[in-house]
């Protein structure tokens, strides 16, 4: 199977004792079953010690039962699609089990030196597939995959914000396998991709998603949807303070800082004057993390055909840490790390998040 990679995905360097953010600290270490299954046969005190340090998740949900009854889900069952063969660190995965207990805001096996136990014991290759491969994630559809970095590591966030976009995304197959629906995505993502215009604001570019995702929904589903959605009518003082607040007080709050990042956000008085023209003035910056969220989820909606809900999704993903930043003055870099840790890296919070859009949708 063919897979590819962002450009800027060669030039990654993790910053090791330099990172500002320890991708080893503040969340839930995922174990995959297989690596699950050996720490479980282990013998001794390591693996006595391995074992205390897992707990069991719930079984996590299926896409197709987040929308089975949605009237976005058309015209295919979603159950003939191809699922992930490799464990999954974004969005809906289904494979994941066993996580690490936390020692306090700390992987149980990061060491003070900032060395990982498990891999000094057991070797790089024991670890957690998760560990081996962050931050990168790996998405497979019916004839290709995609490998791509994580903004909620501050290097990659770097690379994303200094590589524009004309020379960051290699397009998807338009014409492979036998999946309609994902030839469609892939055809309109290549589109999208190649028109970004680094000029343009947020503004434009959360519409023009919109308008195409509107249509897009009509081909999909061979009838208008009853609904729509409205991206600049999200702009505006009560349904920014409504997103906000649903983030503060609907999802699970990972980190004090992000607590306290919406805190200041939602207490401020909203001055669209001012963030417009703070967003003209960081439109290359913007579009780029923009076109970020459009790769890495735009053919998402192969699963559940709900593509006004995924455009949604993406656009508010775009829209919040630049808001953020807007009123924090904390960089892009910063903003963007963290929404991505505590929503795009958590299943149920990132569930939640569209889940949100479904119901904003048809209102
Ligand atoms: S967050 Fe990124 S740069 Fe920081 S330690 Fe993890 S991989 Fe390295």
Redesign the pocket.
Known sequence: MKTSEPSYSARFE???EK?P???CMEWDVDIDKKTADYYRSLSGAFGDKLRRSMKREEEPEIPEEVLKDSELSAIEDPSEKVEDEVPDDGLFSGLREDTFRLDGIRCPFLQEDGLCEIRIRLGYENTPYTCRE??FNTEEYETFAETSPSV?????AKLVLETPVSNAYPPAPENEGKDPVLRLLCRKRNAILSAFDEGKSLNRHGTELMDIAQKLQIEINRVAPDFAYDFPGRLSVPKIRETLKFLRNDLTILTERWRMQLDKAISVSINLDAFNEFQNRHTAEITRMFAYFVYRYYLKAVNDCAILVWSAFIADCAFVPAYLSFISGEPFSNTYAWFSREIEHDRVNAEAFLDYFDDVIRR
């Open positions: 993790c910053l090791a990172c953010e320890n991708c962050h931050p909620s590591c501050p290097a990659v």
